[in-house]
């Protein structure tokens, strides 16, 4: 994580140093707010990802005298293939339609959100992947 922190250090670093060329030179208010922006979440991702290497101990990445075999083991828990997703999108797409065409249309749009928000989060409680 020492790594990952420092590079986007250097980002941020390098945005923070190009944004006053960037506004003396354009004058521009939105790229001159964006590299602000840039450089801000450059320093607060730095900062959470300094804080996590604190926390966590040695990764074999991180060890100039590991071997392959010292990253072996579970990675992860990786969900199965899933439709909920594609049911809060349709969903959601129906609420935002419903802002520009009639409130009802909104209304039905969030209770169907609701729902699949609810499906999506509850996936692995029932059915085939139930823990």
Do not use: C
């Not at 020492?2 to 390098?14: N, Q, S, Y």
């Not at 828990?77 to 009802?104: D, K, N, Q």
């Amino acid at each position: 994580m020492k790594t990952e922190a420092l590079v986007i250090v250097a980002v941020a670093v390098f945005a923070t140093v190009v944004t006053p060329i960037y506004w003396l030179m354009s004058n521009d208010w939105t790229g001159t707010s964006a590299l602000v922006m840039t450089a801000l979440l450059g320093f607060l991702l730095a900062f959470f990802l300094g804080v996590l290497a604190k926390q966590i101990p040695t990764r074999p990445e991180d060890d100039k005298e590991a071997d392959i075999s010292d990253g072996a083991g579970e990675l992860g828990f990786f969900p199965p293939f899933s439709w909920w997703p594609l049911a809060v999108a349709a969903a959601f797409a129906v609420m935002a339609l419903g802002v520009a065409i009639s409130m009802w249309l909104a209304a039905v749009g969030a209770l169907i959100t609701m729902m699949a928000i609810v499906g999506y989060v509850f996936e692995y409680y029932r059915g085939l992947h139930a823990h």
